[in-house]
Nanobody, 119 residues
Framework: QVQLVESGGGLVQAGGSLRLACTIS????????IAWFRQTPEKPREFVAR???????????FYAESVKGRFTISKNKVKNLVNLEMNNLKPEDTAVYYC?????????WGQGTQVTVAS
């Protein structure tokens, strides 16, 4: 069974950076749309960023307005994972971050990784 496993969260001061990783358990994963989502107890789960690719050279990314210019999503082909580089973090970025296909599949929601940004 294919799994998407999130890692890399932690506690950081406002203005700091973190790099999250979404490890895909199989290289034969059929979906070419991988996205990051985040959720807090106060808000429903929201879209953060998406990456899609046609082949090894053409990749396309899309970001929520709230993170555009601060977050970068990328695919590591060698390690078969999708990174989310988060810079200039703000307290409002505090959430549990999840990766999934886009649109998301109920089969791939994992435990997520907690990101906490202290002011």
């Amino acid at each position: 069974q294919v799994q998407l496993v999130e890692s890399g969260g932690g506690l950081v001061q406002a203005g700091g950076s973190l790099r999250l990783a979404c490890t895909i358990s199989t290289r034969t994963f059929s979906s070419r749309f991988i996205a990051w989502f985040r959720q807090t107890p106060e808000k429903p789960r929201e879209f953060v960023a998406r990456i899609t690719w046609e082949n090894d050279y053409n990749e396309y990314t899309f970001y929520a307005e709230s993170v555009k210019g601060r977050f970068t999503i990328s695919k590591n082909k060698v390690k078969n994972l999708v990174n989310l580089e988060m810079n200039n973090l703000k307290p409002e970025d505090t959430a549990v971050y999840y990766c999934n296909t886009d649109p998301p599949s109920p089969n791939f929601w994992g435990q997520g990784t907690q990101v906490t940004v202290a002011s």
